[in-house]
């Protein structure tokens, strides 16, 4: 058997060419593009498009929560197909630095004003030269604004060509608007399918998925993307060229370019980033062990406060922070860690040496080094000025609840199913708060796939730094993580 330091260079070793591997085909998409960072107003956008591109626009915009470059497998292909493609952020998404505003239970607050920042950037692209004509291209939240946009731009007399909807859910979708559409949606998004029938049974009621109807002026088209959800449509082969062919179809084009495909090289970039932080951990300073907890008060730490905190916080909860719910997110979770930690045998006077260092290198590596992998390929990972405070607030519940998490967890030491039960619980509770209060609380639920990945990902680098130096330099160093990761996915919101 090989010793130790061995076995530590070849981890390295093999996570490095992971690592290269995977940033070598995220950028062969890249190849031969002109991107080009603009603002058009006060939002943030960017040209993707071959250096001497003439070729239509497609405006390109993200879902609730995203950012440009969760669209990457769309705009990169397209961009090689000979597009030139402007994706943007949002108000309070990504780079943005101006919040969402107004009633976000109203079409005429909240989207009104999303339609109006998207027409400015469709009005952005239609002043490139050649004046081009203009596709629109959104994923979820944004297939209703660009819907709402693409039929104020007909009325107003600068109709556009055509509009791909993914993962849509729209009440603007008429029977004779918008024009030329196709809807695109996951194999396990059943809701979001019916929805996509719906829009085609307007134009045509014995419509399957798959078919073209065509009634006067009207086309439409539901197909569906196999084997993936919500977020995997944003990746999936089928549904990026079914885009693209239908693009195609409106403008007279034909595309052989290659279809990107980035979501297995991100799996893989995240792979080695976490594979290559274990020889790290074994380099840090030794700390104490986790307690080992009884069944009983296991099941006490994992249920009583879980129940109990939503019923404590959500009578008093007001807004105090400028991001949709993340100021409850803060209380919630704060309630949460600390009375589990009280449970677990409370604040105790430390044996050893503050672990420092251990701390540092978790929230470097879970910050620093999944922030470069993960703003360039995958999501918007650099903070704007305006979340900096939102981060620093929000660590106030994150920094005790991953340390009542770690210690719960043995130091991630525990049986597997103690683990699973203890972060289903959260979802649970999360889920009650929403319950309570449903409508300052729907919101909350944006969280749960930021929370799975995060458990998934910096859940690992948690548990060899709690096995090598102890649950609280663990949950110190997971509770900044999160606070971070939150503190940049969540949308900036100014209340009207």
Same mark, same amino acid.
């Given at each position: ?34 991107? &080009? ?21 497609? =405006? ?60 400015? %950037? ?13 596709? !629109? ?6 297939? &209703? ?77 539901? =197909? ?44 893989? !970039? ?30 006490? %730490?994992?249920? %009583?406060?879980?129940?109990? %905190? ?16 993340? &100021? ?101 509770? !999360? ?18 796939? =930021? ?46």
């Amino acid at each position: 058997m090989p010793n130790a330091p061995v076995r530590r260079i070849a981890t390295a070793l093999a996570a490095l060419l992971a690592i290269v591997v995977a940033v070598v085909m995220l950028e062969r998409p890249r190849a031969g593009l002109a991107i &080009d960072t603009r603002t058009i107003g006060t939002t943030p956008a960017t040209l993707y498009r071959m250096p001497d591109g003439t070729g239509p626009v497609v =405006v390109v915009a993200h879902g609730f929560a995203g950012s440009r470059q969760i669209m990457q497998a769309y705009t990169l292909s397209l961009a090689q197909a000979g597009y030139r493609v402007l994706a943007f952020d949002f108000e309070g998404h990504g780079r943005n630095p101006v919040p969402m505003s107004g009633d976000v239970t109203a079409v005429e607050g909240t989207t009104a004003l999303l339609v109006a920042e998207t027409r400015r %950037v469709i009005a952005a692209a239609r002043a490139l030269p050649g004046s081009p004509p203009v596709a !629109l291209l959104g994923h979820s939240m944004a297939t &209703d604004i660009l819907v709402r946009a693409g039929i104020a731009e007909e009325a107003a007399g600068r109709p556009v060509a055509a509009l791909v909807a993914v993962s849509m859910f729209s009440q603007a979708v008429t029977a004779t608007e918008p024009e030329r559409l196709l809807i695109v949606s996951g194999e396990w998004e059943g809701f979001l399918r019916s929805a996509a029938l719906d829009a085609v049974h307007l134009v045509d009621p014995g419509a399957r998925e798959g078919e073209t109807v065509v009634r006067g002026a009207v086309t439409r088209r539901a =197909v569906v993307a196999p084997g993936v959800e919500h977020v995997g449509v944003l990746y999936s082969a089928t549904a990026v060229r079914a885009a693209r062919d239908w693009l195609d179809a409106a403008f007279g084009r034909g595309s052989t370019a290659p279809i990107a495909r980035p979501g297995p090289w991100i799996l893989l !970039l995240l792979t080695g980033i976490v594979v290559a932080f274990r020889p790290v951990a074994a380099l840090l300073p030794a700390g104490p062990a986790a307690p080992v907890l009884s069944l009983r008060r296991f099941l006490t %730490v994992a249920i %009583v406060p879980a129940v109990a %905190v939503p019923f404590l916080i959500v009578p008093v909860y007001d807004n105090f922070l400028p991001v949709l719910v993340a &100021d409850y997110l803060m209380l919630h979770l704060a309630g949460l860690g600390l009375i589990q930690i009280a449970l677990t045998g409370g604040v105790r006077r430390p044996s050893r040496a503050f672990p420092g260092m251990a701390v540092l290198a978790l929230a470097l590596w879970g910050i620093a080094v999944f922030g470069v992998a993960l703003d360039r390929h995958a999501a918007s990972f650099v903070p704007t000025i305006e979340r900096l405070p939102v981060i620093a607030a929000l660590a106030i519940g994150t920094v005790p609840f991953m340390i009542a998490d770690a210690r719960a967890t043995e130091g991630g030491g525990a049986a597997l199913w103690r683990r699973i039960l203890l972060r289903a619980m959260l979802i649970v509770s !999360l889920g009650i708060a929403a319950a309570l209060d449903p409508e300052e609380l729907t919101f909350v639920v944006i969280i749960l796939p =930021v929370l799975v990945l995060f458990f998934l990902v910096h859940g690992v680098l948690g548990r060899r730094v709690a096995r090598r130096s102890g649950p609280l330099a663990a949950g110190i160093g997971l509770g900044l993580c999160l606070a971070y990761a939150l503190g940049v996915s969540f949308p900036l919101f100014r209340p009207a």
